[in-house]
């Protein structure tokens, strides 16, 4: 699923080369970010769905509502998804850091996209993409790059949040590890593994992921 994020990341950056991103055109809609926001909101159900069919969800009860759904064909929703995974994973608290769209290697803020599952909401941009997805003509001004970003930082903590994904970012050096001091590390896949999942055999040391866009650490 990442080159997938990465295709609709690099649509969003080609957007902010014609819009750039400032306070003053977080409203600006478009079609461009309709079809996008579409897409990202789609991939975010997704991989809500591909989580809860992980074998390490087994038995758990909510996991099991969403597979029966998944398999059924039926619309699972994001409220059933939060209950899932807020309770393990936290959702409402994980924050992404923000890059500079013209200096990639400075950070400028962050925020937490499913920020709202902490009071039993949905994001605002997740019902952005629910409206438009069900009368895209009535709610196109919802498709504005305030609420496209949001969905894109949603996107992207899927991919990191989840710890066989983490993992297979590390394997494929897309997710870099560092030594607390910030030294480069590589860890036989195998430590990787025991690290991510839960087990700390190979010290303080940090998982981070850096794409044009966003940046998140792990430990």
């Known amino acids: 699923m990442w080159s997938v994020y990465n295709d609709m990341e690099g649509e969003f950056i ?3 080369d014609y819009v750039p991103p400032s306070p ?17 909101g789609g991939y975010v159900d997704t ?17 099991e509502e969403i597979r029966k759904k998944a398999v059924k064909g039926r619309t699972v929703g994001i409220d059933l998804s939060r209950e899932a995974f ?27 996209p499913f920020a ?31 609420n496209t970003f949001g969905a894109l930082g949603g996107a992207f903590l899927m ?3 989840h710890e066989p994904s983490l993992l297979e970012l590390a394997k494929r050096r897309i997710a870099q590890t560092f030594t607390a001091g910030w030294r480069q ?20 040391n940090i998982v981070m992921v850096d794409t044009r866009v966003f940046r998140w650490r792990f430990g």
Request: hydrophobic share 40%.
């Open 185 to 204: 590390a590589v860890f036989a896949d195998e430590l990787l593994a025991k690290w991510i999942m839960g087990e700390r055999p190979i010290g303080e």
């Open 14 to 16: 080609r957007f902010l």
């Open 159 to 161: 991919n990191v949040i």
């Open 116 to 146: 709202e599952f902490r009071n039993g909401k949905a994001p605002k941009w997740w019902k952005a993409y629910n409206g438009i997805k069900h009368d895209w003509l009535k709610n196109l001004k919802k498709a504005n790059l305030e």
């Open 86 to 112: 807020e309770p393990i994973y936290t959702l409402s608290r994980r924050t992404v850091f923000v890059k500079s769209p013209k200096h990639y290697a400075l950070l400028i803020d962050r925020f937490c």
């Open 24 to 40: 003053e055109h977080k409203k600006v809609y478009s079609y461009n970010l309709l079809r996008l926001i579409l897409q990202i």
């Open 47 to 63: 991989a809500f769905k591909e989580m809860a069919l992980h074998s390490m969800f087994d038995g758990n009860q909510k996991c």
